[in-house]
């Protein structure tokens, strides 16, 4: 929440489960960042960016964290934060306590699953999950995970008119 004549707030992604809030703030290369995390409030300082610009951040959070099981990991493009809950339960219905729309603020989609989700599921973990996923159902195409052979085609068949021969460019 910035006002008038202070320092900018970084991009904020942010997930979470029954227990946990992930929140990844977007600074490339920052440098010693100042990060207090308090019950139920967040604040972050850091210079960053291409232009090497002062960000600052206060996070009124919606519901209260328990700030001494905080994960935190600093990257080259990124802080990523993993904040524990104070009560397991109903997802939260934004992350901050203000109602209004935080310009600074997107969802994580690449984290985010949906309350309704159940954690016995199968999660995807890689590409590789996705195609095994995929060959088990098919393929794309419904084929049963046979592909055609495309060599026994007869070349004669199913010509159109864009198959003939162009005229060279001059």
């Given at each position: 929440?910035?006002?008038?004549?202070?320092?900018?707030?970084?991009?904020?992604?942010?997930?979470?489960?029954?227990?946990?809030?992930?929140?990844?703030?977007?600074?490339?290369?920052?440098?010693?960042?100042?990060?207090?995390?308090?019950?139920?409030?967040?604040?972050?300082?850091?210079?960053?960016?291409?232009?090497?610009?002062?960000?600052?951040?206060?996070?009124?959070?919606?519901?209260?964290?328990?700030?001494?099981?905080?994960?935190?990991?600093?990257?080259?493009?990124?802080?990523?934060?993993?904040?524990?809950?104070?009560?397991?339960?109903?997802?939260?219905?934004?992350?901050?306590?203000?109602?209004?729309?935080?310009?600074?603020?997107?969802?994580d989609?690449?984290?985010?699953?949906?309350?309704?989700?159940?954690?016995?599921?199968?999660?995807?973990?890689?590409?590789?999950?996705?195609?095994?996923?995929?060959?088990?159902?098919?393929?794309?195409?419904?084929?049963?995970g046979?592909?055609?052979?495309?060599?026994?085609?007869?070349?004669?068949?199913?010509l159109?008119?864009?198959?003939?021969?162009l005229?060279?460019?001059?």
């Amino acid at each position: 929440m910035t006002q008038e004549g202070q320092l900018p707030p970084p991009p904020v992604l942010w997930a979470q489960r029954r227990d946990v809030l992930y929140l990844t703030i977007c600074l490339e290369d920052c440098k010693d960042p100042v990060i207090n995390i308090e019950p139920q409030m967040i604040y972050f300082k850091g210079v960053g960016g291409t232009e090497q610009k002062m960000h600052e951040l206060t996070m009124n959070l919606y519901g209260e964290i328990v700030p001494n099981t905080t994960v935190q990991n600093l990257k080259g493009r990124t802080l990523e934060l993993v904040l524990t809950k104070k009560e397991e339960g109903p997802y939260w219905p934004r992350l901050i306590k203000e109602k209004t729309k935080a310009h600074w603020l997107k969802s994580d989609f690449n984290k985010w699953k949906d309350e309704e989700d159940s954690d016995d599921g199968v999660e995807l973990k890689s590409e590789h999950d996705l195609e095994e996923m995929m060959r088990q159902m098919g393929g794309l195409g419904g084929s049963g995970g046979s592909k055609p052979n495309l060599d026994d085609l007869d070349e004669s068949e199913g010509l159109d008119s864009d198959d003939e021969d162009l005229p060279d460019l001059e």
